[in-house]
């Protein structure tokens, strides 16, 4: 199954009744293991997860730390963007080379590096000797 098809796959099981926006994510790992996760969201809006985030949970909870590839996809006009923190989030485990596939129900995709949707990022090593 493909990158993009895991994350549609899971995207069914995402729960947004509030947005109606339904998100899924798969990532695949240095291992070849591809994790994948949904929005989660709840009455309290704010409070509800991304699909990037569950899939990065997913992810760690397995012992992996090293992101290969990502993909999103979503129900919207244009292939769906990660959301600022989500891009923090996946910088966390990628380099700037990894390439995010975003894509539409429909069938319109996108594919960019993720350097290229957060450039300038803040890093670990920008922790060094502090
Ligand atoms: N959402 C994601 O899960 N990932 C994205 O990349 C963009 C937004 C979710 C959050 C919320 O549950 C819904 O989409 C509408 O913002």
Known sequence: MSLIDAAAQVRENAHAPYSR?????????????????????????????????????????????????????????????????CRQRLMEFSTPEVQVTMATVAGAVKVVRLGDLLPGAFTSSQLDGH
């Open 21 to 85: 926006f339904k998100v899924g994510a798969a990532i695949r790992a240095a291992s070849g293991v591809v994790y994948v996760g949904c929005n989660v969201e709840n009455a309290s809006y704010p409070e509800g997860t991304c699909a990037e985030a569950g899939a990065i949970a997913a992810m760690v909870a397995a012992g992996e730390t090293d992101i290969a590839e990502v993909a999103v996809i979503a129900n919207g006009p244009d292939p769906v963007a990660p959301c600022g923190g």
